[in-house]
């Protein structure tokens, strides 16, 4: 038996198989149309907000003292404190970088003017991360987030480039792949698929139809071709 060769007769499957290659091909298409499992975390926006309003509160607290302090610091004096109070928060988010020009922003406000900044950054992550945000979604997420920091007025202008980079450390995925889950759906999907078998008398070709690959790879399944692949059916 030969690829194109015209059948001389109608074949029909001695024996009953399973056909485990068709079988295996049809679970893998079953798991390609499972959908990736995602699970949001809706305690993000309350711990990224807390974040936020740690940076802030450290920030005025240590304000505060150098205000409150009787020594006369000079400029990189007062920067360097603020760094030093810092230093937990960027431990924990070492993402966070806020330069000495940003730093010094805030002993040029008032506090009043840093609670409102605190604020109006406290909502605008609430609000964007009370939503399903992804991955691959971030990048847009944080530009949006910018944009709103520049546009809102309650925010003291001194303080808009620090904001800007708070926020976008702020900004964080809510929804993440669960995997476990994922597996479970695709090995239900696998397992759901009944095996393919051919089934003895089922017709393999019929007489005068061209021989293909599949024709040959059915009767090698049934074992109906020689050890030496002959053209002779067993």
Same mark, same amino acid.
């Given at each position: 038996?030969?690829?194109?060769?015209?059948?001389?007769?109608?074949?029909?499957?001695?024996?009953?198989?399973?056909?485990?290659?068709?079988?295996?091909?049809?679970?893998?298409?079953?798991?390609?149309?499972?959908?990736?499992?995602?699970?949001?975390?809706?305690?993000?926006?309350?711990?990224?907000?807390?974040?936020?309003?740690?940076?802030?509160?450290?920030?005025?607290?240590?304000?505060?003292?150098?205000?409150?302090?009787? $020594?006369?610091? =000079?400029?990189?004096?007062? &920067?360097?404190?603020? +760094?030093?109070?810092?230093? !937990?928060?960027? *431990?924990?988010? @070492?993402?966070?970088?806020?330069?000495?020009?940003?730093?010094?922003?805030?002993?040029?406000?008032?506090?009043?003017?840093?609670?409102?900044?605190?604020?109006?950054?406290?909502?605008?992550?609430?609000?964007?991360?009370?939503?399903?945000?992804?991955?691959?979604?971030?990048?847009?997420?944080?530009?949006?987030?910018?944009?709103?920091?520049?546009?809102?007025?309650?925010? $003291?202008?001194? =303080?808009?480039?620090?904001? &800007?980079?708070?926020? +976008?450390?702020?900004?964080? !995925?809510?929804? *993440?792949?669960? @995997?476990?889950?994922?597996?479970?759906?695709?090995?239900?999907?696998?397992?759901?698929?009944?095996?393919?078998?051919?089934?003895?008398?089922?017709?393999?070709?019929?007489?005068?139809?061209?021989?293909?690959?599949?024709?040959?790879?059915?009767?090698?399944?049934?074992?109906?071709?020689?050890?030496?692949?002959?053209?002779?059916?067993?």
């Amino acid at each position: 038996i030969q690829i194109t060769q015209i059948a001389q007769d109608t074949i029909r499957a001695v024996k009953t198989v399973e056909d485990t290659e068709k079988t295996e091909l049809l679970r893998n298409e079953a798991e390609n149309l499972v959908e990736p499992v995602y699970v949001m975390n809706a305690d993000v926006a309350e711990h990224r907000v807390s974040f936020v309003n740690s940076v802030f509160d450290t920030l005025i607290a240590e304000k505060l003292l150098i205000e409150q302090s009787t $020594d006369v610091l =000079l400029r990189p004096e007062r &920067i360097n404190a603020l +760094k030093q109070s810092m230093k !937990e928060i960027i *431990k924990s988010q @070492p993402d966070l970088a806020l330069s000495d020009a940003q730093l010094e922003a805030f002993l040029t406000v008032s506090v009043e003017d840093i609670k409102q900044t605190r604020d109006a950054i406290d909502d605008i992550v609430q609000e964007r991360l009370s939503k399903a945000i992804r991955k691959e979604a971030l990048p847009t997420e944080k530009i949006e987030a910018e944009a709103e920091v520049v546009s809102t007025e309650k925010i $003291d202008r001194t =303080l808009l480039n620090p904001s &800007i980079a708070i926020v +976008k450390v702020a900004i964080v !995925e809510t929804e *993440k792949l669960d @995997p476990i889950i994922t597996e479970e759906r695709i090995a239900q999907a696998r397992s759901s698929v009944e095996p393919t078998k051919v089934l003895q008398g089922q017709i393999i070709i019929r007489e005068g139809e061209a021989i293909d690959r599949e024709t040959i790879r059915q009767m090698e399944l049934l074992g109906m071709l020689d050890a030496e692949g002959s053209n002779k059916p067993i």
